[in-house]
């Protein structure tokens, strides 16, 4: 399998190449040349694999340039730091299933990406004898979730930057309180906004990029989208085989359209699903896009659920793509329009195409806190901000004709005070976390001054 951008100026290269650039060349996003497909008797070959071996099968698809046995130790390794034997279990509440993605090590759903991104970079400088240094901006779980997947791994450095004192006290701790010798948290004295700017500088300054070796861990990178794909063929297996149903829904709680662009694909490759059901919170651009085609920037507000707090999706880029029917030129006009009106130019048809394959709904933090609440009483189950977002959402808008099945994103511990407002339970942080208050924290509190922190990294960076 080759890949190609969106832009239409990378072209043909390998899996292995693909990975490493993150963002293309051209300023677009990576995609397979094709998208493979399964056959219903594919379909009926896999759906009683475990976890890893399902992931083996989807993901071969997508590489080629990584032997079997290999990818196979690297799967293995990425799945054996979740705590369920299930990794991903899908639980029935109510009338709907709950998919918890959150038993990694960093309680986020980006942890099943970021796993086995950690693992694939480290294999893949080492095959070619070469290093890297990562740099991002966080505030809160794409941090934790990177700092995790790369901790301790040969040939990998990484610097995270957070806005000091503005993620919630565990995400502070998840990050500060990992010691290892190749990671670096910087609290920058600033906003998210300032700390994610001095980012996009150091990538921007491509002397010092090439000259760094440096590296990126957003959700743009292809990597992180299909190690995503897995769960949907995961999730969809197990509700079948309990509902006899041949078609499922999901509700994805969105901010950057990573998550739910997976299950896109996974649409694409003959999963039967009948429609991704896109969840927001009041950052809505794109429930706004779904729902009448209107995909317009508009102000980012904080809200209960700030993993979604998002106005410019960094991935439906992707998905524009495909809408324009796979027409470079169309996505480099369009962008250029985008950045210049802040609105995107949607016909009609598209609009009618884009809904056959989404329903959407945006969910206020009200109607989030009543979610939980009504839940938790219902149920005894605890959902957390983002994931009641896509519960409400889905509840809504669902077909009612097949089974929904609503994406658990994060554990309630890690958003631990919302959820005590909505419904007057403190959840309890797994053992793994307890505890956590006490131990060594290291960092670095720096200014929000980019001269300063090019020159933290210059004198840390492997070299
Ligand atoms: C990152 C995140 C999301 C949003 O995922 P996208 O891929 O950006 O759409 C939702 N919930 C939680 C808890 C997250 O950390």
């Not at 709950?98 to 400088?125: C, M, R, S, W």
């Not at 195409?353 to 989030?368: L, P």
């Not at 007057?424 to 960092?443: H, T, Y």
């Amino acid at each position: 399998m080759k890949y190609r951008s969106t832009r239409g100026q990378v072209k043909a290269i390998p899996f292995s190449e693909a990975v490493m650039m993150g963002l293309a060349d051209d300023g677009g996003l990576l995609l397979p040349e094709s998208i493979p497909t399964l056959s219903a008797v594919e379909l009926s070959q896999i759906a009683d694999f475990s976890y890893p071996q399902l992931a083996l099968n989807i993901l071969s698809r997508f590489i080629d340039d990584i032997p079997q046995d290999d990818l196979k130790d690297l799967i293995d390794r990425s799945y054996a730091t979740f705590e369920h034997p299930e990794v991903t279990p899908v639980i029935a509440k109510d009338d709907i299933y709950i998919l918890e993605l959150f038993h990694g090590p960093t309680l986020a759903f980006k942890d099943v990406a970021l796993q086995l991104l950690g693992n694939i970079f480290e294999y893949l400088l080492a095959k070619k004898n070469r290093h890297m240094n990562i740099i991002g901006a966080t505030s809160g779980d794409t941090g934790s979730a990177a700092i995790y997947g790369v901790r301790g791994k040969q040939g990998i450095n990484i610097f995270i930057l957070h806005p000091k004192g503005k993620v919630s006290p565990i995400q502070e701790m998840q990050m500060t309180t990992v010691t290892d010798a190749n990671v670096f948290n910087i609290a920058v004295e600033g906003t998210f906004d300032d700390a994610q700017a001095i980012v996009k500088e150091i990538f921007g300054d491509l002397d010092y990029k090439q000259q760094h070796a440096l590296g990126a861990v957003n959700s743009i990178n292809w990597a992180r989208v299909m190690a995503q794909v897995v769960y949907y063929f995961y999730a969809c297996f197990r509700v079948q085989k309990e509902t006899g149903c041949a078609q499922v829904e999901f509700s994805v709680p969105t901010g950057n359209f990573g998550d739910i662009f997976a299950g896109y694909i996974a649409m694409q490759m003959g999963l039967p699903i009948k429609k991704l059901i896109l969840a927001t919170n009041g950052n809505n651009i794109l429930s706004r896009f779904v729902t009448k085609g209107d995909y317009s920037s508009a102000e980012v507000h904080h809200s209960l659920a700030p993993s979604m707090d998002i106005q410019v999706a960094s991935n439906f880029e992707r998905y524009l793509f495909y809408l324009y029917g796979e027409d470079s030129a169309r996505v480099c006009e369009a962008m250029e329009i985008f950045k210049r009106d802040g609105v995107l130019p949607v016909s009609a048809a598209e609009l009618q195409e884009a809904q056959q394959i989404f329903a959407a709904s945006s969910v206020d933090d009200e109607a989030t806190l009543a979610t939980i609440g009504e839940f938790h009483q219902k149920t005894g189950y605890t959902l957390d901000p983002h994931t009641a977002i896509g519960v409400e959402a889905g509840k809504r808008v669902r077909s009612g004709s097949c089974p929904l099945i609503c994406l658990a994103t994060a554990h309630p511990a890690k958003f631990g005070d919302a959820v005590e407002k909505a419904c007057g339970v403190s959840p309890a942080l797994p053992a793994a976390f307890q505890g956590i208050d006490q131990l060594e924290k290291r960092l670095e509190t720096m200014p929000a001054d980019l001269t300063a922190i090019k020159e933290y990294v210059d004198r840390l960076a492997l070299k």
